[in-house]
Structure formats: structure tokens, C-alpha cells
């Protein structure tokens, strides 16, 4: 039973923190949206089985940490909180820089975002087992 599990889902569109939000939480899932990644790093003392992040972060108003730098943060603060980073790149090298590093799983943002980001978040937990 999933009640007890806690994710993270770190994006700064808006959107897509809200579709994972909802799909998530009506699999009875407990879902916490955050905009940028230092927002997610201060609420780690919460233990989120699993952390959802965004790899491209843009506000204009300051600087903020890209994924792979919260990537690294989160590491270093709880290595054993699995990361499943999402991306609109497709770009090889950065895919093999993730995997490298110990990323759980990596998902394209494309139209089958969710359906893949299920897929991704049932195999892990079942793992997990």
C-alpha cells in the first residue's frame, strides 16, 4: 500500500507539478510540489521516499541550482533517497553524466510523461520491497 509513501516533485512549470500531483495522489500516493530545488533540499528533513526533479531551472529574479546540482545536494544530505530527474533533453552525454552519478531513473518530458513517470515510480518501489 502506498499511503505512507512521500514524493517529491521539484519543477518550476507549474504544470507539470500539478499533473504529477494529481495523478499521484489519486494512486494514493502523499505529493509535495516544489518550484526550485532549494525549496526541496530545506524540506528534506521529511525523508521523501522518492524525490521527482526537474533538470532545467530558470527564474530571472536570481540565480537558482539546476538539477544536477541539487542532484549532488540531495546525495550528499540523504544518499539513500532514490532520484528519478526529468528532463526536456535528449542529449546522450547527459543521460550517461546522471547515470554515472547514481540517478534512478531518468524521463523525457514529452506527451508521455506521466504514463512513463508511473511505469518508473511503480518499478522502483517495487524494488524497494
Known amino acids: 500500500m502506498n499511503t505512507q509513501k512521500l514524493i517529491f516533485i521539484v519543477d518550476d512549470d507549474p504544470f507539470i507539478n500539478m499533473l504529477v ?6 494512486e494514493g500516493y502523499h505529493l509535495e510540489a516544489f518550484s526550485y530545488g532549494e525549496e526541496c533540499i530545506s524540506a528534506l528533513n521529511k525523508n521523501p521516499d522518492l524525490i521527482i526533479l526537474d533538470y532545467y531551472f530558470v ?8 538539477g544536477m546540482e541539487v542532484f549532488d545536494k540531495i546525495k550528499e544530505l540523504k544518499p539513500e533517497t ?7 533533453q535528449e542529449k546522450g552525454e547527459i543521460v550517461l553524466e546522471l547515470a554515472r552519478k547514481g540517478i534512478d531513473d531518468y524521463i523525457i518530458k514529452d506527451s508521455n510523461l506521466i ?5 518508473a ?9
Open 21 to 26: 500531483v494529481k495523478r499521484f495522489t489519486s
Open 82 to 88: 532514490p532520484v528519478i530527474m526529468l528532463s526536456g
Open 59 to 66: 527564474n530571472n529574479d536570481h540565480k537558482v541550482m539546476n
Open 121 to 129: 515510480i511503480d518499478e522502483l518501489f517495487e524494488r524497494q520491497k
Open 115 to 119: 504514463d512513463n513517470l508511473k511505469v
